[in-house]
């Protein structure tokens, strides 16, 4: 099965910088590739998804870079602030009849030094 | 915003005890989902469901039934608790169509401690 290995497991940049989280995937099938956030005693919420036809895709200071030969997602905060401090997964699907079926990364706990 | 909620927040049973978490989403989404978080592993998926009176195998689900009883509710039952099964839980749902990707949206999580 899927096997996905995100790092690194914890991350410290100072604000301004930027920070940079990897995943990486075996199943050349798969399809479907997000980012989730979570905050302390939150639940995770989406920050980005793409689909395997994409390579990069850019929003409110966000970069996600898809390189399907590596089988590797990034995932680039440009100039983190300390509001960005939480906890990062990333999640890949193969779609298809796998409808429904995330496989997350192990998480990067990224904190952010004002 | 798609509403998803859990309860309880906490819950502290002993080994062998019957526990039940629920989840409730407010927003007619087909899919709902069952994931345990602990550290070093994610999010791993348990059980999940495409609609009412489905139930889905996901990839670490031993030692846990789930039910969906209608289109809102989702059920993860514990029958013998057991200390491994010490974790922090999170239900999830989502409108997953052929042709568009998927976004989970995800409850607060309910934290139970199999003593």
């Known amino acids: 099965g899927e096997q996905v290995e995100q790092r690194p497991p914890h991350l410290s940049v100072r604000e301004g910088d930027s920070a940079i989280i990897i995943c990486t995937y075996t199943?050349?099938?798969?399809?479907?590739f997000s980012w989730y956030k979570q905050e302390a005693g939150a639940g995770l919420q989406l920050l980005m998804s793409?689909?395997?036809?994409?390579d990069r895709k850019e929003e409110q200071g966000l970069t996600v870079l898809l390189n399907k030969k590596d089988k590797r997602l990034s995932l680039n905060l440009t100039a983190a602030h300390p509001g960005d401090s939480a906890v990062y997964f990333c999640?890949?699907?193969?779609?298809?009849?796998?409808?429904?079926?995330?496989?997350f990364g192990a998480g990067t706990q990224l904190i952010v030094i004002p | 915003e798609a509403a998803v909620t859990q309860s309880p927040r906490n819950k502290v049973t002993v080994t062998g005890g019957n526990v039940t978490l629920s989840c409730r989403q407010t927003?007619?989404?087909?899919?709902m989902y069952w994931y345990r978080q602990d550290t070093g592993h994610g999010l791993r998926l348990i059980h999940y469901?495409?609609?009412?009176?489905?139930?889905q195998i996901g990839d670490v689900p031993d030692g846990y039934k789930a039910t969906r009883t209608t289109q809102e509710d989702f059920f993860l039952l514990l029958e013998l608790a057991s200390p491994s099964q010490t974790s922090l839980y999170f239900c999830?749902?989502?409108?997953?169509?052929?042709?568009?990707?998927?976004?989970?949206?995800f409850g607060s999580g309910t934290r139970l401690t199999v003593l």
């Open positions: 199943d050349s099938a798969t399809a479907y």
């Open positions: 999830a749902s989502s409108d997953v169509r052929k042709t568009s990707a998927e976004t989970l949206y």
């Open positions: 999640a890949v699907s193969e779609g298809g009849s796998a409808l429904g079926r995330l496989h």
């Open positions: 927003n007619s989404h087909n899919y």
């Open positions: 793409v689909l395997s036809n994409v």
């Open positions: 469901s495409y609609g009412a009176g489905n139930l």
